[in-house]
């Protein structure tokens, strides 16, 4: 049996990344096969509760405000609409139900409060909750829990290096913080990255080792291709070819043994047989519904085929982990806000400012 390690060097992840395609597969089933059901996949809605109008630069983004693009800005949803929509999730198989929010961080208002009742409302629906609000604090993230959130996503994007190349306006090490406050809290974490920003294969296997070196190891990660939006600073960058995300899941299969590993954004782009090799090799849970916050994603009619083509079967809420004891404290604000200074690191990403700058000029005409 594959052995959970938190010690897995740079050089030793690329070593497995580089494996012959075939060889790397191979393994990669055979370490799914010893933890976990190969049938079954766990099938998530995202669910999009405050959309555009982000301060921060990511360079992927169409919700970064600074950015000119073609999306359906809302504010905040309503506790009904969320419940609505979680209800639909579920009689359409969904086992979790994911709530975003395009914000910076966390901060402690009435709309925070009411993203707890809305985490209450879901957890009341035998849904796995999983909430992506930005960075949170330890105090934050024990509100949610309290309130019945199950996991918290924060995904580290990419190595610490090419990080630098995406975002200015946030931390690398502000990402790790959040992941730990999660865990203070006693959530699951739920974090991974995108592939195809022109990173390179280094770069994936940098952000593997930080996810496989944190102890425990994130029990959810996402691995996304990139869906370049007109507008974005990597409106530009080209597909990413289907072996690059089989090769990438397969790693992540290996070095994060035990971990539900995501087959994310990006199925649009890929043919039902490239989705089938994404799940032979280690892929154990999607997105379902025809939206990810704002980018495109199969239809539920073509997962259900492909399920039935496949042979897989949705996983039952809460079968790895136990449902979250939820009391009331969820509802106390601290008196005094913790005094959390989350950095702004504000180095020149020249793409994301000419971008920026476009849609400034833009405004103006
Ligand atoms: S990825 Fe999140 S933090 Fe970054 S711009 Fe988009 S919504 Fe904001």
Wanted: charged share 25%; hydrophobic share 35%; aromatic share 6%.
């Amino acid at each position: 049996m594959e052995a959970i390690r938190h010690n897995w060097t740079r050089e030793e992840v690329l070593a497995v990344y580089n494996r012959p395609l075939i060889e790397l597969m191979y393994d990669a089933a055979t370490v799914h096969r010893q933890y976990h059901d190969p049938r079954e996949v766990q099938v998530s809605t995202l669910v999009s509760i405050k959309t555009g109008g982000c301060s921060e630069d990511c360079g992927y983004c169409s919700q970064a405000a600074r950015y000119k693009t073609k999306i359906d800005k809302n504010d905040l949803m309503s506790v009904e609409q969320v419940k609505e929509a979680a209800i639909k999730a579920k009689a359409a198989g969904s086992s979790r139900v994911c709530m975003g929010a395009a914000w910076r961080n966390v901060k402690d208002n009435e709309e925070f409060d009411q993203v707890l009742e809305m985490v209450r409302t879901v957890y009341d629906l035998d849904l796995e909750v999983c909430c992506t609000l930005g960075m949170v604090t330890e105090h934050q993230a024990k509100r949610l829990a309290s309130a019945g959130l199950y996991a918290y996503n924060h995904n580290l994007d990419t190595s610490e290096e090419h990080y630098r190349e995406i975002i200015s306006t946030r931390g690398y090490s502000d990402r790790l913080q959040t992941l730990e406050n999660a865990r203070k809290a006693n959530l699951t974490v739920c974090s991974g990255g995108i592939i195809g920003m022109g990173e390179k294969p280094e770069d994936r296997c940098a952000m593997l080792v930080a996810l496989a070196n944190l102890d425990p190891h994130p029990e959810s990660v996402p691995i996304n291709a990139l869906v370049a939006v007109e507008g974005t600073p990597l409106e530009d960058c080209p597909p990413t070819p289907v072996w690059d995300m089989v090769r990438m899941i397969a790693t992540a299969r290996i070095v994060l043994p035990a971990t539900t590993v995501r087959l994310s954004a990006g199925r649009t782009q890929m043919t039902p047989e490239g989705q089938a090799l994404c799940f032979m090799a280690g892929a154990g849970s999607i997105f379902s519904g025809d939206r990810l916050l704002t980018t495109p994603n199969p239809d539920i009619d073509s997962d259900t085929q492909l399920f039935a083509q496949l042979g897989l079967v949705p996983k039952a809420a809460y079968k790895d982990g136990d449902r979250p004891k939820v009391d009331e404290s969820y509802k106390e604000r601290q008196a005094q806000s913790e005094h959390v200074k989350w950095s702004r690191p504000g180095h020149s990403i020249a793409r994301n400012v000419e971008k920026s700058i476009r849609n400034l000029k833009t405004k103006e005409v």
